[in-house]
């Protein structure tokens, strides 16, 4: 047991100090494209950092959904969430020159908030409700993949455009 522990721990850490790298290096890498093209920090980060980063935990959510773990799945997904905001609290920590929640107080991430709020109270009602499911899906989860839907059209209407103009 213990060889394959310390082989895996190692390997974790190895995937860790990668997926670090790689963080960075992406983050760079979107601040310059979101000045090259004008479309905004706020802007590249729901659609590019977001989606790339949460590549892995889709594939991790969808891997105990299969293997009929859905503890493991709603963990992992609201696991994520948290520790996102324990990053940002970190981050807050190192970076000294600002306070970040204030300094990206943008109507686009008060957008993001409010999106995030109404996508978090979801399955908490889908939770507290009768156990109904259609083709053994539960009538909120379309319901959260349209409220996604109709908040991200929102909040990129929310984002001036390279003119300033809204779209």
């Known amino acids: 047991m213990f060889p394959s522990l310390i082989f895996s721990s190692i390997a974790f850490g190895i995937a860790a100090l990668s997926i670090i790298t790689a963080g960075s290096r992406l983050a ?30 889709f594939a991790a959510t969808l891997s105990a959904a299969l293997d009929n773990r859905p503890d493991l799945a709603m963990s992992n997904v609201m696991g994520s969430m948290a520790v996102n905001l324990v990053f940002l609290g970190v981050a807050d920590i190192v970076y000294r020159k600002a306070n970040l929640e204030h300094a990206a107080a943008s109507s686009v991430n008060l957008m ?56």
């Not at 993949?145 to 109709?150: D, K, P, R, S, T």
Request: aromatic share 6%.
């Open 112 to 167: 993001l908030a409010g999106l995030l709020i109404v996508l978090l109270t979801l399955p908490l009602l889908a939770i507290v409700s009768p156990t109904i499911a259609e083709w053994g899906v539960h009538p909120v989860t379309p319901v959260i993949v349209i409220a996604y839907l109709f908040g991200m059209h929102l909040v990129l209407r929310t984002e001036p455009g390279p003119c300033g103009f809204h779209a």
């Open 28 to 57: 760079r890498l979107a601040d310059e494209l979101a000045d090259r093209t004008g479309m905004g920090e706020a802007l590249f980060g729901i659609l590019l950092l977001a989606g790339v980063t949460s590549l892995p935990d």
